[in-house]
C-alpha cells in the first residue's frame, strides 16, 4: 500500500490575506487558495515538537502526495477544524511527498 492512496483525506488550504478598511486598519483573515488530499496523524504528547521555539507546538502531522502550495503561517482546514501550519518539509527533496506540521486550535 502506498502513501498515496493512504491520502484520504481532503483538506482546504487557506492563506492570510490583509485588506484596508476606510478608516486606514488593517482587516486580516483566511481565504481558500485550493484544496489537496492528505493523510493526518495526531502527534502524541510524548512526540510533540517545540522546535526549539517555546511559542510553537505540534499537534498534528499531514502528509501530502506531490508539493502542493502550503507555506508556514497558512491555515488548513478539515472537517470544520483548523490547524495552523508551523514547520513545511519536502521530505524526499524530489517533491513526491510533503509533510506539515501544524498546531490544531479554534478558528
Not at 89 to 97: C, L, M, V
Amino acid at each position: 500500500m502506498s502513501l498515496t492512496s493512504l491520502c484520504d483525506k481532503l483538506v482546504t488550504i487557506e492563506r492570510m490575506s490583509e485588506t484596508g478598511d476606510a478608516w486606514g486598519g488593517i482587516t486580516e483573515s483566511y481565504a481558500s487558495v485550493g484544496t489537496a488530499k492528505a493523510r493526518i496523524y495526531p502527534v502524541s504528547g510524548s512526540d510533540a515538537v517545540i522546535h526549539g521555539r517555546p511559542d510553537m507546538r505540534i499537534t498534528h502531522r499531514f502528509y501530502f502526495p506531490g508539493t502542493p502550495d502550503i507555506k508556514a503561517d497558512d491555515r488548513l482546514l478539515y472537517n470544520l477544524r483548523y490547524f495552523y501550519v508551523q514547520v513545511v518539509r519536502n521530505i524526499d527533496e524530489q517533491g513526491k511527498f510533503l509533510t506539515v506540521d501544524c498546531e490544531e486550535r479554534d478558528g
